[in-house]
Structures are given as structure tokens and as C-alpha cells.
């Protein structure tokens, strides 16, 4: 008899909550919903919550809130949205100096009683934290991974979808890069089922798209006085399935580069393979010349707040 799965979160918060609805109807597994002690009851009312929607939905999932590492222990996936999220006005990078010791006091929990969780970050700055993340804990890059790329390529593809008037189904794109206002849309790889985007839409329309889809979390702290989490909570199930159920899906992920693209020691978003084996495959596509450019230019905003971190060691 096979036992299930175990997925801790690390913060019950808003993008936390969310992820344990949606791992929890899709039955990938049981959920520890961890925060720090001052939240304890309040993971613990959240998981009971979810728990009690179990009767309604049907689904098997055990949903506990907890504080204490050990319940977290044997867990066969992490994923971290500890930390602070954004303000109105605030870049992903003024969370650094917040977000920096609570990402290293999660990955000392983590190395302790998970260390072979296959791990997704998503707190921001995500480039940085999940390279801290990393290099805190020593784990081999093929656990560790930041959610960001399925994030921004999915705002990509709503507005294409919207501006072409096609279902979002058949919308393909990927947006690579460091999950910030530099980040990458590759519109080589932009297809409507297989037919490039500019058969639909022209140079004008595009580029506003890009700049919207660039400034896509920023809209959404705008209008809500704090960031996303039903999309970022999608994004990274997408990411947890893939490697559970060894789906082995092709998804932007940031990913610890050691040469590909050019880059090394650098967490940042790239095409990856996502199977049992955790990262399997890092896929180099041929950029243009402009998207080499503006990947250049996008890891080195990454490069600078990821020396920020080095620099703080
Ligand atoms: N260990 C565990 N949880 C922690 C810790 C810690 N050391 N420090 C803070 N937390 C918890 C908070 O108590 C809070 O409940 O993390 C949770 C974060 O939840 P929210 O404030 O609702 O934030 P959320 O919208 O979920 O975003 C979390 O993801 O997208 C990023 O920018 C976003 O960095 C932010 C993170």
C-alpha cells in the first residue's frame, strides 16, 4: 500500500492558503500549513477550514497547521512563501532586506527535517531568495527551484489571448529571465496552437502587452494593497505535479545556471524539465539577438541583488 505524499508550506499566508486548497482537491497529498509560533492558531483555523471543505469537496487530504519543524519532517515537497509581501510602490527587491533572514531561518528548518524535499520558492526577490535558499541549505540544484516563469508567462498569455480574441487554451509562451520589470518574453517560442503571434497581433499591440505583462504583479498590488496569490499558488502546483506525478513538463523556472545561456552562479528563469528527478533538463533555445539582450539586461538586475545576499553572508 502506497502512503501519500507529504507537501509542507511554508507560510500559511495568502499565497499559502492557496496552495493548500489546490494541492488538497487535486489529493497530491497530505499538508503541513507551517507559520512562525505567533500564527500557529491561525495556520491551524486554516487547516481545519480546508479540512472541513474535505466533506463538501471529497477529497482524502490531511490539512494541519503547525510552527514546529518536526511536522514537517520526511516532507516530499516544500514550497516557501515565508516572507513579506509587497506594498503599493514597492519593487520586489525593497523586500530584500525583510525577506533575507526569514528565507535563511526556513532553509535551516528545511536542511534539518526535509532534506531531500524537492523545494519551490516563491517569496520575493525570488531570483535572490531561492539563490540563498540554495546556497544556505547546499542542496543539489536539481531540488531547488523558484517559482516565477509559469507565473509571468501565464499574465502573458491572458493578454494575448484577450488582444487576439483566442481562448487562453491555446496560447503558448514563455517568459524567461529574473522575476522582475527586465523579465523576458520570448516571442520567438509565442504561438496561438502552433502559429507564431504575429500573424494575430501587430508590433504596437505587442509591446504594450510586454510592458503590461512586465508590470503584471505590480497592477495587482495596486489594485489589492498586496501581491497575487491565486495565479502564484497555480503556478507553483504546476510545478509540484509536474515532479510528483513525473510528468516531466516544460516550464520556465528559475534555475541555478552553471554556464547555460552564458550565466553562472546566478539563480534566474530559463526552460526547464520538471520530472521525478526534480530539475532534469535545462533546454537552451536559440534566442534573437534583441531577446539575448534583454536577457543580459535581466540577469543583471538579478546579478545585482543576488550580490546584495552574497555580500550579507
Ligand atoms: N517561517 C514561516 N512563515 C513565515 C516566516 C518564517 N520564518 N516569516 C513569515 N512567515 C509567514 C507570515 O507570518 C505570513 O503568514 O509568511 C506568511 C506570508 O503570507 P502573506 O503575508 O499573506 O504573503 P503572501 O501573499 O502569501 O506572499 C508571500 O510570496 O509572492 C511572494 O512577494 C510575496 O514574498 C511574498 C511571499
Known amino acids: 500500500m502506497s502512503k501519500r505524499k507529504k507537501i509542507a508550506l511554508i507560510g500559511a499566508g495568502n499565497i499559502g492558503g492557496e496552495l493548500a486548497a489546490l494541492i488538497a482537491r487535486k489529493q497530491l497529498g497530505d499538508v503541513v500549513l507551517f507559520d512562525i509560533p505567533s500564527k500557529t492558531n491561525f495556520a491551524k483555523g486554516k487547516a481545519l477550514d480546508l479540512e472541513q471543505n ?3 469537496l471529497g477529497y482524502d487530504a490531511s490539512i494541519t497547521g503547525s510552527s514546529d519543524w518536526k511536522d514537517c519532517a520526511g516532507a516530499d515537497v516544500i514550497i516557501v512563501t515565508a ?21 535563511r531561518s526556513v532553509a535551516d528548518g528545511a536542511k534539518e527535517h526535509c532534506p531531500d524535499a524537492f523545494v519551490i520558492v516563491i517569496s520575493n526577490p525570488l531570483d535572490a531568495m531561492v539563490y540563498e535558499y540554495k546556497r544556505r541549505t547546499g542542496a543539489p540544484r536539481e531540488k531547488v527551484v523558484g517559482m516565477a516563469g509559469v507565473l509571468d508567462s501565464a499574465r502573458f498569455q491572458l493578454f494575448l489571448a484577450r488582444e487576439a480574441g483566442v481562448s487562453v487554451k491555446d496560447v503558448r509562451a514563455m517568459v524567461l529571465g529574473g522575476h522582475g520589470d527586465d523579465m523576458v518574453p520570448v516571442l520567438s517560442a509565442t504561438t496561438i496552437n502552433g502559429v507564431n503571434i504575429s500573424k494575430f497581433i501587430g508590433k504596437e499591440k505587442l509591446d504594450a502587452i510586454i510592458e503590461r505583462t512586465r508590470k503584471g504583479g505590480g497592477e495587482i498590488v495596486g489594485l489589492m494593497g498586496t501581491s497575487a496569490y491565486y495565479a502564484p499558488a497555480s503556478a507553483a502546483v504546476a510545478m509540484a505535479e509536474s515532479y510528483l506525478l513525473d ?17 553562472n552562479d546566478l539563480y534566474m528563469g530559463v526552460p526547464v524539465v520538471i520530472g521525478g528527478g526534480g530539475v532534469e533538463k535545462i533546454v537552451e ?3 534573437s539577438a534583441d531577446e539575448k539582450e534583454m536577457l543580459a539586461k535581466s540577469a543583471k538586475s538579478v546579478q545585482g541583488i543576488t550580490d546584495v545576499v552574497k555580500a550579507s553572508a
Open 247 to 263: 510528468q516531466k513538463r516544460l516550464l520556465a523556472s528559475a534555475v541555478y545556471l552553471t554556464g547555460e545561456y552564458g550565466y
Open 285 to 287: 533555445l536559440d534566442l
Open 83 to 103: 516572507g513579506i509581501p509587497r506594498k503599493p510602490g514597492q519593487s520586489r527587491d525593497d523586500l530584500v532586506a525583510t525577506n533575507l533572514p526569514i528565507i
Open 54 to 56: 474535505s466533506a463538501i
